[in-house]
């Protein structure tokens, strides 16, 4: 079943759990707090990847409806100023022998809807953006990334389609041109959260290979709501975060065996840091279907869910360090932790605005 909006594990919580009335308020101010400072302007920034040269980020925006699809952006550091560079039906589109399944050659339509994304430096020297869309049709679509310092641009070249009845949520790429990805759920049926997040098996991590053109299942990750994946640079291992059991996987993906576990309150997704720790995206644990209601229904502002971005070590699989955690104001519901220099940039599932955070001034 296609679906125009699927969501990631806060927001599927909220539809699933439903809008009750709740005493959560919506962030309307868009004022710094501490060494936070929210950059305002955005439609649900979901995930987020640096771009080389630190000068700039690029910025995947979560369709909130049917009516809004979501896009690709670039947003200059120094100056705050919003690109986009991707909208589905519009821009520069042509599937590439490599790139991607051979039988994708329709770049996405109007109903593109970007999820969790990833960019890898392939072995070819291009750069190559992968991105969950679930809007046009459940795939991996797959972007060449072009430019230098602020000025960027992003080509279609090709696609994956998504395994059957598989709703992905978070990728990782190889330079080799492979892929991993987490299934979060399936599409049918659909996953019952009246009594909250399952403990139940949902889904499980997959491994696409460019030369085989398949998917296939990485044993040793099936888990209860599948979330963000990363993989080590030689692609050996992978780290996948399950929400809905608190906690995050390192795995080797040749043979499925677990090397360790961390436990992470309800994590999202996950980024490498340049000090080679993976940072992670954490919700509080003890949110009610009420919040996430309140959460998802707000029409201006951010919500208001507490989190907080942790450092995993990958080779002891133990938390190091928090990074940043709020109880609110100015963003809450982080779902993405990005480190530059000595700024961290946050994106959430739902709300107008990114933090940006002054590590220097914790």
């Avoid at 996405?108 to 990833?118: C, T």
């Avoid at 960019?119 to 049709?137: A, E, F, K």
């Amino acid at each position: 079943m296609q679906r125009s909006l699927l969501l990631s594990a806060a927001a599927l919580a909220v539809l699933l759990l439903g809008a009750e009335a709740s005493q959560a308020q919506a962030i309307i101010e868009c004022e710094p707090k501490g060494n936070a400072r929210p950059i305002c302007g955005f439609s649900n920034p979901e995930d987020i990847v640096a771009l080389p040269g630190d000068q700039a980020i690029l910025i995947g925006e979560y369709g909130a409806s049917a009516a809004f699809s979501g896009r690709l952006l670039v947003l200059e550091l120094e100056s705050e100023k919003q690109h986009t560079v991707f909208r589905g039906g519009q821009g520069m589109a042509t599937a590439e022998p490599g790139w991607g399944d051979p039988a994708c050659t329709t770049p996405p339509d109007a109903k593109f809807n970007s999820h969790g994304i990833d960019l890898v430096r392939r072995d070819d020297g291009r750069l190559q953006l992968l991105v969950i869309q679930h809007g046009s049709r459940e795939a991996v679509e797959l972007f060449e990334v072009m430019g230098a310092g602020t000025d960027w641009q992003v080509a279609w070249r090709g696609c994956v389609p998504s395994p059957p009845n598989a709703s992905l949520n978070s990728i990782a790429g190889v330079s080799n041109g492979d892929f991993y990805t987490t299934q979060m759920v399936p599409l049918e049926p659909p996953i019952d959260l009246s009594q909250g997040l399952p403990r139940h098996v949902t889904g499980h991590a997959f491994a696409w290979s460019q030369s085989e053109a398949s998917f296939r299942k990485i044993e040793g990750t099936d888990g209860a709501m599948p979330n963000g994946i990363v993989a080590s640079p030689d692609g050996r291992f992978i780290y996948m975060n399950a929400t809905a059991e608190h906690s995050v996987r390192k795995v080797e993906v040749a043979t499925g065996r677990e090397l360790g576990r961390a436990t992470v309150d309800s994590p999202d997704n996950a980024r490498w840091a340049p000090d080679g720790h993976v940072l992670i995206a954490s919700i509080k644990r003890d949110i009610t279907g009420e919040d996430f209601g309140a959460c998802v229904s707000i029409q201006q502002g951010a919500c208001s869910i507490p989190f907080k971005i942790v450092a995993l070590d990958p080779d002891s699989m133990t938390i190091v360090e928090t990074l940043y955690a709020t109880d609110g104001a100015p963003m809450g519901a982080g779902t993405v932790g990005l480190r530059v220099g000595d700024e961290l940039f946050i994106g959430s599932f739902h709300g107008d605005r990114i933090l940006r955070v002054n590590l220097q001034g914790r």
